[in-house]
């Protein structure tokens, strides 16, 4: 017997519809805890931790973590984690999304939020299959976390001891359920601020220190040393890219044409599969910037003045294929008449800091196609697969 497709689609129909962008999940929070009860999850396994408490960014509420109980022969085993994330992307705002055939589409000019309602959809139907049905399970902990799409910040803040000792874990957030995402990229945020001097850039240009200069040129020395955007070094690899170039307060950098801008905020980003080489990308910008400053003066010799500030994001990571969440994934997947396609992944996942807290974790499609866009769309077959591959995992 099948998993009950017709009522995890609703689910999913349900919670795309509500808005909820990253930091502010507390209306999904509350969606997912009605769908929970519903299903018959008792309320006392149901709560909050404390992760926004820790966040350096206004978050309404914490992580949502949902106990059950092991039943059967199987109750006394290890629990097992699923996990998926609450949050959207800013632009899934006001979504209106509509069944087509075999796909989910929108009828707004908005994403859709398929990243992550999928998984939130996939971990509340598990739940409702395996009350429903009662089959033996180990104990699990289902995790849905907060702030994911703005840097992964739920997963980095949990307390690993909420999660009630889980030997291993499950991310629903992707393209193809037979997809066992086994490594992903590791990365660096930073930001530089460069302070000038103002002058009239009519009458006294070389009084002044231009902040904008400053950035021109450094960019300028990352970019032929090879550092920007695709970064390949003696067969090693990662990426960079600079985000946002601004002034004081997110405003823009510099006021008038006739003034020397004497500030200006720059945000980037550093990433590779290798962490030393996350760090060497990162130092090629700081050095770059430092380099520049020193060759923007004013009349009197004085050079701008630079602060780099960086941030490690998420280390990477890479689980071996013979790990045993690695072989419990890949089975379940053969069990469905898949095969399973091991791969790594250019891009963070709240994986990266389930295996940085112990909690060694796969990851796994749900039928997101074009997300992030306003073309996004979700594939209700491959949705419907990975309600059928988290109970063939939770049991098998």
Request: proline share 6%; hydrophobic share 45%; with cysteine.
């Amino acid at each position: 017997m099948g998993t009950d497709a017709a009522a995890a689609v609703g689910r999913l129909m349900q919670f795309l519809a509500v808005r909820g962008p990253t930091g502010e999940e507390a209306k999904i929070a509350k969606e997912v805890q009605v769908a929970l009860k519903a299903a018959g999850v008792a309320p006392k396994f149901v709560r909050f931790d404390d992760a926004n408490a820790r966040i350096p960014l206004p978050t309404q509420t914490g992580n949502l973590i949902v106990r059950l109980p092991g039943n059967g022969t199987r109750k006394a085993e290890p629990p097992l984690l699923f996990m998926a994330h609450l949050d959207t992307v800013p632009l899934c705002a006001g979504a209106v999304p509509r069944i087509s055939g075999r796909k989910v589409v929108n009828d707004a000019a908005t994403a859709l939020g398929g990243d992550n309602r999928t998984g939130c959809a996939v971990l509340v139907s598990l739940a409702a299959e395996l009350i429903a049905r009662k089959p033996d399970h180990p104990p699990l902990t289902l995790l849905f976390t907060v702030r994911e799409e703005s840097g992964l910040f739920g997963a980095r803040h949990l307390d690993p001891a909420d999660l009630g000792g889980v030997a291993m874990g499950f991310n629903f957030d992707g393209r193809q359920a037979r997809d066992v995402i086994v490594g992903a990229v590791g990365a660096d945020r930073w930001e530089v601020e460069v302070r000038g001097k103002a002058a009239h850039a009519g009458v006294a240009p070389q009084k002044g220190v231009s902040a904008t200069m400053v950035v021109a040129l450094a960019l300028a020395e990352v970019h032929a040393g090879g550092y920007f955007g695709k970064v390949v070094k003696d067969g090693r690899e990662g990426t960079s890219n600079v985000g946002s170039v601004g002034g004081p307060d997110g405003r823009q950098a510099g006021d008038a044409t006739n003034v020397v801008t004497d500030y200006a905020h720059v945000r980037g980003e550093s990433r590779s599969h290798d962490p030393k080489f996350v760090r060497e990308i990162s130092a090629a910008y700081k050095a770059a910037f430092a380099t520049a400053a020193g060759r923007v003066t004013d009349d009197r010799g004085k050079p701008a003045k630079v602060k780099f500030t960086l941030r490690p994001d998420y280390a990477p990571f890479r689980l071996k294929d013979t790990a045993p969440v690695v072989v419990r994934a890949a089975a379940a997947v053969r069990g469905l008449g898949l095969e399973p396609n091991l791969r790594v992944t250019n891009g963070g996942l709240d994986a990266n800091w389930m295996a940085k807290h112990g909690v060694p974790t796969v990851t796994f499609g749900a039928g997101q196609h074009d997300i992030h866009t306003v073309n996004e769309w979700i594939d209700l077959t491959e949705f419907e697969t990975a309600v059928e591959l988290a109970y063939a995992l939770a049991t098998g």
